[in-house]
DNA sequence: TATAGTTGATATTTATAAATATCAACTATA
DNA sequence: TATAGTTGATATTTATAAATATCAACTATA
């Protein structure tokens, strides 16, 4: 009964084994995790693992980057509005000096974090993981609005 | 004194004046429009004018695309996250009819609106002028989060 | 310990978005 | 009323982002 029923989080399939069920090139996947767009689990030895989250994560991007025609950088953009200050609650302070609430380019993850954000691990962060999908961005925007 | 000052949203550039000042050719212009990046001035006749706020606009476009490396299907998708039901105030009802405010691919200022949107227009709607710059956007989704 | 898979780095290819060109019909302005 | 500029529509070119290929060194696992 849970020999199928794997946790969305655990990260159980190796590289090759997430590019196929993709049905991209593990070169393909390397190049998003360069440029940002996700962060997989990584072994003491350096060896990426994926979860099944990580994989419906990586299938919206494509879909972004194959039917809805954005770009790499544009979809970094998207991610870079975010409101991770709304979700880790940083001080005023913190926010004066950080990258991520300053820049328009780049996803909160990508930096190096000194505040709040330096306990935390990005991966299994709220703003990473909870809003990986386009379309739950602007619900959150929408949320926040209330 | 004021021959020189004219008003931002005065309507007073051909588009061939505004291709001119961009070093784009009115092709590229005419196809930006199409995409729905921008609502020129229209004389009865049809015949576009541009502001000097167009081509401010236009010219943020263009590092968006140049610069940023951002598609232009990457831009719409972030002109379709500004609050714009926040600004304009519109109802509960109206917004569960609302293409703009139920999409994530194009700006809210290329529906057809029946809402409280139909009597604005949105070339001096607040949602589309005010936040016209990439930067502008994060901005706004800041201050609605405080 | 041998084989299959992984690492990062760089170089090359390809797919296509963005830009340009061309057209005939129409409009502005001198 | 003649010329220069505009309109939209379609066809073509080009610039480059995205994907792929190749490499030697390293790691996992049977």
Redesign the pocket.
């Known amino acids: 009964m849970n020999e199928i029923n794997v946790a969305q989080n655990e990260p159980i399939f ?4 997430a590019a196929q069920l993709l049905k ?5 996947l ?6 940002g767009l996700f962060i ?1 689990y ?7 693992l994926f979860s099944k989250a990580d994989i419906e994560r990586i299938q919206c991007i ?1 879909n972004a ?2 039917e809805s ?6 979809i970094k953009a998207i991610y870079s509005l975010i409101p991770c200050w709304d979700i880790v609650k940083c001080s005023e302070e913190e926010r004066k000096n950080c990258g991520a609430f300053n820049g328009e380019h780049n996803p909160c993850w990508t930096y190096d974090h000194k505040n709040v954000c330096k306990e935390r691990d990005c991966r299994s962060c709220e703003v990473y993981s909870k809003y990986s999908e386009c379309c739950m961005i602007k619900e959150l925007i929408k949320s926040i609005s209330r």
């Open positions: 190796t590289i090759s084994a991209i090139s593990v070169h393909t390397r190049m998003y995790e360069r440029e997989p990584k072994k003491k030895s350096n060896q990426r494509r980057i194959n025609k954005i770009s790499i950088n544009g």
